[in-house]
């Protein structure tokens, strides 16, 4: 339960378990995607199919790719929140098959300069990953408006894949200024969990990506019919999964519903060494791709067995 205290997610299940209703909150959503997700994962394997599949039959959306492309998001990977740390580990990223790297530069800084200093972070990372990757930069709505406006040329001189959380989606005439002074497109979303939350911004054409999450959003069903709201607008999709490997399956098996050609699918490069002992058969990717594997539900089980 990505971002909840274990305490609050416990109880919440508790009471769910009892018949009580889930809260319209942030961990009510989010128990209830991780609910909604088992549930897929259930009904599929008696299905006897891939998750991708069963949703297929549950939406009538085909399956389009079996083969997922990845990015590496290195946030959780940096120790120290320095140019020179940011660099090291985009290079890992690179050399382990990342094509794509994202970083969230502005986390964990203070003070007047958080966007200077973050800004040089970007820039090592930039540097190191060369002029041919892919850059993707997460605010996680730390700057201003007029911060962004304010540094607009440092930003596009990073040449970015893609402006993450700059403004908030419920803010359009923000997401319509910042749209109009960066160089590169606005993705946003990770907490959407219904239409009147996306619709907004999708109308405004100031979102270029739209960002659901299998967890917040409420399972693989709801980011589908999100994701369908945002193409009906033109704007592409790529869930949102800083996430481990069962919510990582989950968002693999969605994605092979979108459109091949599409923003990759997020992957949470360099956060533990012991990641991959937690399911089996182990995590079906590589620095690049994700495959699905073909037996029923996520093609994977949590391991039950101590590290």
């Known amino acids: 339960m990505s971002d909840i205290p274990e305490a609050e997610a416990a109880r919440l299940l508790a009471g769910a378990a009892n018949g009580s209703l889930l809260p319209d909150t942030f961990a009510g959503r989010t128990v209830a995607g991780g609910l909604r997700t088992a549930e897929a994962d259930a009904a599929a394997r008696e299905a006897g199919l891939p998750l991708a599949d069963w949703l297929a039959e549950r939406t009538g959306r085909p399956v389009l790719r079996r083969t997922i492309p990845l990015y590496a998001n290195i946030n959780r990977a940096l120790r120290t929140r320095t140019p ?41 990372v930039r540097e190191a990953i060369g002029p041919e990757s892919i850059l993707l930069l997460d605010a996680h709505h730390l700057l201003t408006v007029n911060q962004i406006m304010l540094h607009a040329a440092a930003f596009n001189d990073l040449r970015l894949g893609w402006l993450e959380d700059a403004v908030h989606l419920d803010d359009i005439e923000g997401l319509r200024r910042v749209r109009a002074e960066i160089e590169a497109p606005l993705a946003g979303g990770e907490f959407a969990a219904t239409p009147d939350q996306v619709l907004p911004a999708l109308r405004s ?40 490997p069962v919510a990582t399956a989950a968002s693999a098996h969605v994605s092979a519903l979108l459109p091949p050609g599409g923003p990759p699918l997020e992957f949470m490069f360099g956060e533990v060494p012991w990641r991959g002992t937690t399911v089996t058969p182990p995590e079906p990717m590589t620095g690049a791709t994700y495959e699905l594997r073909p037996e029923p539900g996520i093609g994977i089980t949590p391991r039950t067995t101590e590290r």
């Open 84 to 124: 020179r740390a940011a660099a090291d580990t985009a290079r890992q990223a690179i050399a382990a098959g990342s094509a794509t790297v994202k970083v969230a530069p502005f986390d964990g800084l203070t003070g007047a300069d958080r966007i200077t200093r973050g800004l040089d972070i970007a820039r090592a």
């Open 205 to 244: 054409g100031a979102l270029d990506i739209l960002m659901p999450d299998v967890k917040h959003a409420g399972g693989p069903l709801r980011v589908l019919l999100l994701a369908a709201l945002a193409a009906e607008h033109g704007v592409a999709v790529s869930p949102h999964n800083p996430s481990g």
